[in-house]
C-alpha cells in the first residue's frame, strides 16, 4: 500500500516537511508585518498573499510539472519556498515580506499540484483513495505540528528566526525528494542519446494547457462547480471559529484550544476515510463529509458557550476529516493520463479559488452586520456542496459510488 520509497521517502515525507515550514510560517506573518510598519488591515493583506500566490500558480504548475516532470518541479518547488522563507526573515521592508509571501505561496501551488500529480501516476486505482487521503493526512499533521514548532522556535530565539525554521524545512523537503530516485515516467534504459530521443518524443506529444482545458471543459463547468463548493466550505471553516469565539467574548488562548481540539479531530480520520472511498465509492465520504460540515455551519451560531462550541468544532473537524483526501482522489479519478499535470492545474484552481473565497463570504455577513448570516451562508452552501457531488461524481468517475464500479467491472 505505501512503497517506501516511491510513495512514503518520495512523497509523504517531503509533504510532511514543506507543510511543517508552511505551517510554523502561518501565524507570525501578520505580526512580523506589523512590526514592519503595517497596520492590522495591511498585515492582513499580506497574510493572504500567501493564498493568492497559490491561486496564480496553480495553471502554470501544471504546465511547469507536465514539462520538467512531477518529482522536478517538487525539488524546484522546495528550493523556491526556501529562497522565500529566507527573503522574509531577511527582509526589511514591507514590499519584500509580500513578494516572498507571494512567491510561497507560488512555490507551494507548484509543490502540492506535483505531489498530487505524482502519487496519481503511481497509485493503483483501487488503493488511490487509501494512499491520497493519506497524502492529505500528512498535510494536515504538518500544518498542525508547524505552529507549535514555531513557538518553540521563537521561546528559543525570536520571530525571525521562525523563517529559519521554515527555510530549513524546505531544504529539507527539497532534499528528500531529491533523493527519492527518478519519475516513473522519466525515460529510462538504453543510452543517453535514446534516452533523450525518448524524452523530446515526449514532449511533442504533450498537449498544451489551453487543448487539455477546451477538451475538459464539461467536467469543470460540472464537477469543477462542486470542488469549487466544498473548497469554499473548507476556506470558511478556519474562519468561522476565530471569529465566532471573539463575536463571544472568548480570550485568545481558549480559542487557540478549541481550535486545536478541532484539528485534531480532524487529523483522526484519513486512512479510515480512503478505506471507505476505496471499498465503497466517493460518495459514500463526500456527501456526509459535507453534510456533517455544513451542520456544524448551521449549529455554531446558536452556541454561546465555550463547551458548546467546542462541540460544534469537533463536530467541523469530524465532518472535515471524514472528507480527507476526497477532491485529490476526485481530481484522480477524472484526470486523463496525457494531460494530467495541466488537468490537475485547472482543478486546484477550483480547489485553492473556493478556499480563498469562503473567508470572504464569511466576512461579507459580518460586514453586513450579521455575522451569524454570514455562517449560514457557507452552511447553505455544503449543502450544495453535497448535493453537487451527488449530481455528478457519478457522471465523470466510475469509483463515484459502488453501483458505477461494478458496472466498470471494478467489483
Known amino acids: 500500500m505505501f512503497p517506501l520509497r516511491t510513495v512514503v521517502l518520495a512523497a509523504f515525507v517531503p509533504a510532511f ?10 501565524p507570525v506573518i501578520a505580526p512580523t508585518a506589523v512590526g514592519l510598519g503595517a497596520s492590522l488591515a495591511v498585515a492582513g493583506v499580506v497574510a493572504a498573499l500567501m493564498s493568492v500566490g497559490q491561486i496564480l500558480a496553480d495553471l502554470p504548475a501544471g504546465a511547469l510539472a507536465a514539462r520538467v516532470g512531477d518529482r522536478r518541479a517538487m525539488v524546484l518547488a522546495g528550493a523556491v519556498a526556501a529562497l522565500a522563507f529566507l527573503a522574509a526573515a531577511w527582509s526589511a521592508s514591507l514590499l519584500l515580506l509580500a513578494l516572498a509571501a507571494l512567491a510561497l505561496g507560488a512555490a507551494a501551488a507548484v509543490f502540492n499540484l506535483a505531489r498530487h500529480a505524482y502519487l496519481t501516476e503511481i497509485t493503483p486505482p483501487l488503493r488511490r483513495a487509501r494512499v491520497l487521503s493519506t497524502l492529505a493526512g500528512v498535510h494536515r499533521i504538518g500544518l498542525f505540528v508547524g505552529p507549535f514548532a514555531g513557538a518553540a522556535v521563537i521561546a528559543a530565539g525570536e520571530l525571525a528566526h521562525v523563517y529559519l525554521f521554515g527555510a530549513a524545512a524546505a ?6 525528494a531529491a533523493a527519492a530516485g527518478q519519475d516513473p515516467s522519466a525515460p529510462s534504459g538504453g543510452s543517453r542519446q535514446q534516452r533523450r530521443a525518448a524524452a523530446r518524443a515526449a514532449q511533442a506529444d504533450r498537449p498544451r494547457t489551453a487543448q487539455v482545458l477546451t477538451e475538459f471543459r464539461p467536467v469543470f463547468a460540472t464537477l469543477g462547480i462542486a470542488v469549487l463548493l466544498v473548497g469554499t466550505v473548507r476556506g470558511a471553516r478556519q474562519t468561522v471559529l476565530p471569529l465566532w469565539t471573539e463575536h463571544l467574548g472568548v480570550d485568545p488562548a481558549t480559542t487557540s484550544v478549541v481550535f486545536g481540539i478541532a484539528g485534531a479531530v480532524d487529523m483522526l480520520l484519513f486512512y479510515p476515510a480512503g478505506k471507505v472511498m476505496d471499498r465503497y465509492g466517493r460518495l459514500w465520504i463526500g456527501v456526509p463529509s459535507m453534510l456533517l460540515v455544513a451542520a456544524s455551519m448551521v449549529a455554531l451560531p446558536l452556541t454561546h458557550t465555550v463547551v458548546a462550541v467546542s462541540v460544534v468544532a469537533a463536530l467541523m473537524g469530524l465532518g472535515n476529516g471524514l472528507g480527507s483526501g476526497i477532491l485529490m482522489t476526485l481530481g484522480a479519478d477524472v484526470a486523463p493520463a496525457r494531460g494530467r499535470a495541466q488537468f490537475l492545474g485547472m482543478w486546484r484552481v477550483f480547489q485553492d479559488g473556493g478556499a480563498a473565497a469562503g473567508p470572504l463570504v464569511v466576512s461579507a455577513g459580518a460586514a453586513l452586520g450579521s455575522l451569524a448570516a454570514g455562517i449560514w451562508v457557507i452552511g447553505a452552501i455544503g449543502a450544495a456542496a453535497a448535493a453537487a457531488l451527488g ?6 468517475s466510475v469509483h463515484a459510488n459502488q453501483t458505477t464500479r461494478r458496472r466498470a467491472g471494478l467489483l
Open 171 to 176: 531544504v529539507a523537503a527539497t532534499v528528500a
Open 391 to 396: 449530481r455528478w461524481a457519478p457522471r465523470w
Open 17 to 26: 516537511l514543506f507543510d511543517l515550514g508552511v505551517g510554523a510560517l502561518l
